[in-house]
């Protein structure tokens, strides 16, 4: 064999690899198109449905542009109903679409009409709490604030309509710490900037911490989105502050706490306002 045939031996392999490149690539576009869709989902047959409405509690008006998510918490449903008496007449009928849930969802996502209706389809069967999280901060996310948590059955291959989500309006609360004694400034000694714990706790004992809005050298505001006709018990406490009343009572050494009910009826917010006197 000569030089140029060992030369040309290489090219021609080369030349072969990739004809059989360009014709496996031609090969692509008869794939179906949803194959390549990155975020398209189809529900699975024989997935759960949910169809409901989003009302205000106080007077049943509907909620429409809030966004519903449906999370599992389990994946049995409760034998006995798990919903809330305020959640409406909850019927489940067959669907047609198999047996089967493989596939289906454990959240689901969906926005709420101007009626306040909504309707989620694909989920897996168990219980799902119901979540409503509201752009303009008007409503108290169900799922945050456990007191009025609402939960529903969802069965393969059925529907549960009639679900009614009773959500309660929300009122702020706001806290503000003074810091004439700039007690809450970080010195030099300190690893991290001393903390004051400042929040809520709800009738299950869930903890709901505040907000920082605005923090200067006069001190620090916080606020807190609250339920209003709840009892919730404000909170404020530091291992690292001393604090006092704005009258300058000092407070005792488990911190401050208070319980309230925010009527729906009152538009004036709550407002408390402390010292920092110096550091623990």
């Not at 030349?15 to 398209?40: E, N, S, Y």
């Not at 959640?87 to 009409?113: D, E, H, I, K, Q």
């Not at 706001?174 to 706790?201: C, E, I, M, W």
Request: proline letters at 6%.
């Amino acid at each position: 064999m000569g030089s140029g045939e060992s030369r040309g031996y290489p090219v021609r392999r080369k030349w072969h690899f990739v004809v059989a490149l360009l014709a496996w690539a031609a090969l692509i576009p008869l794939r179906p198109a949803h194959a390549f869709q990155a975020g398209t989902t189809t529900p699975a047959a024989g997935a759960g449905q949910v169809q409901g409405k989003i009302v205000l509690d106080s007077d049943g008006s509907a909620i429409s542009g809030v966004t519903i998510t449906l999370v599992q918490v389990s994946a049995t449903p409760s034998a006995i109903s798990a919903n809330p008496v305020n959640s409406g007449t909850v019927t489940t009928t067959p669907v047609s679409g198999g047996s089967g849930a493989a596939g289906a969802a454990a959240t689901a996502t969906t926005t709420s009409a101007k009626d306040g209706s909504f309707s989620v389809a694909g989920l897996a069967t168990g219980q799902f709490a119901v979540c409503v999280k509201d752009p303009n901060a008007t409503v108290i996310d169900p799922c945050l604030w456990t007191d009025s948590r609402t939960i529903v059955n969802v069965a393969a291959s059925s529907l549960s309509s009639g679900l009614v989500v009773r959500v309660k309006k929300a009122s702020t609360v706001g806290v503000r710490v003074n810091d004439a004694a700039q007690a809450l400034v970080q010195k030099s000694t300190d690893v991290y900037p001393p903390h004051v714990l400042v929040g809520a706790f709800d009738s299950r004992g869930a903890f709901h911490p505040a907000r920082e809005v605005q923090k200067d050298s006069t001190g620090i505001s916080y606020q807190l989105p609250i339920p209003v006709d709840s009892p919730v018990r404000v909170t404020i406490y530091s291992a690292q502050v001393q604090l006092a009343t704005n009258s300058n009572v000092s407070l005792p050494a488990q911190g401050y706490s208070t319980t309230f009910v925010q009527p729906s009826s009152q538009t004036r917010t709550n407002s408390f306002t402390f010292n920092a006197v110096g550091r623990n």
